[in-house]
Nanobody, 126 residues
Framework: QVQLVESGGGSVQAGGSLSLSCVLSGDTKSRICMGWFRQAPGKQREGIAYIDSDGITSYDNSVQGRFTISKDNAKNTAYLQMNSLKPEDTAMYYC????????????????????WGQGTQVTVSS
């Protein structure tokens, strides 16, 4: 079993930056891949960033070049640094984890993943 606890998020003006953290506890010996999803009101939860057990990353086109996913294995923590934020980035952000490799990396459907954080709100005003 894996537990995920997120922190960070909040409100920022367009062009600003925010950082999210996700601490993983429980089974930390298995090869775990992690990612960040977001869900805007009335929309499906979508993957935006993915990092595998070797640190290889991939991003959705909507955040490529603006967001950076990273992880600190010693702290069992994944991060999402979000720069140049836009109003359309406003959503609830979720950390996800599951055994590597995910079927489609960052494009893996949310219903194929086992472990989730509680979610944290990010609001970007224009």
């Amino acid at each position: 079993q894996v537990q995920l606890v997120e922190s960070g998020g909040g409100s920022v003006q367009a062009g600003g930056s925010l950082s999210l953290s996700c601490v993983l506890s429980g089974d930390t010996k298995s090869r775990i891949c992690m990612g960040w999803f977001r869900q805007a009101p009335g929309k499906q939860r979508e993957g935006i960033a993915y990092i595998d057990s070797d640190g290889i990353t991939s991003y959705d086109n909507s955040v490529q070049g603006r967001f950076t996913i990273s992880k600190d294995n010693a702290k069992n923590t994944a991060y999402l640094q979000m720069n140049s934020l836009k109003p359309e980035d406003t959503a609830m952000y979720y950390c996800a984890a599951d055994l590597c490799q995910w079927p489609n990396g960052v494009r893996t459907s949310f219903d194929q993943l086992s472990f989730w954080g509680q979610g944290t709100q990010v609001t970007v005003s224009s």
